[in-house]
Nanobody
């Protein structure tokens, strides 16, 4: 049974850091594109970051560029999102996603497997 499990969310003050992790079970991620999206209360799901199958390509949403870093460790079947200089606007549920194409997609429709999400709350 394939599943993605996010962890690392929590409450942090503005300016602080968090590191999210996405553990993948039931499949090896070596050939899969991976992404992070977020959804704030009352808003649409927003692209955060993505990474292609070998880590050679990464993309970031405009609002997180230069503050967040996506990485992957294929041998451990995990993907990470390092979030620095957090702002109150970063408050949202963060979702990990995977696709079978190996691409670093930037749209929810690029992904066919999703985690349940982890809450990130940034206090101002």
């Amino acid at each position: 049974h394939e599943q993605l499990v996010e962890s690392g969310g929590g409450l942090v003050q503005a300016g602080g850091s968090l590191r999210l992790s996405c553990a993948v079970s039931g499949r090896t991620i070596g050939s899969h594109g991976m992404g992070w999206f977020r959804q704030a209360l009352g808003k649409e799901r927003e692209f955060v970051a993505s990474i292609n199958w070998n880590g050679g390509r990464t993309y970031y949403g405009d609002s997180v560029k230069d503050r967040f870093t996506i990485s992957r460790i294929n041998s451990e079947n995990t993907v990470h999102l390092q979030m620095d200089s957090l702002k109150a606007d970063d408050t949202a549920i963060y979702y990990c996603a995977a696709n079978d194409y190996g691409i670093a997609g930037q749209h929810p429709s690029d992904y066919n497997l999703w985690g349940q999400g982890t809450q990130v709350t940034v206090s101002s």
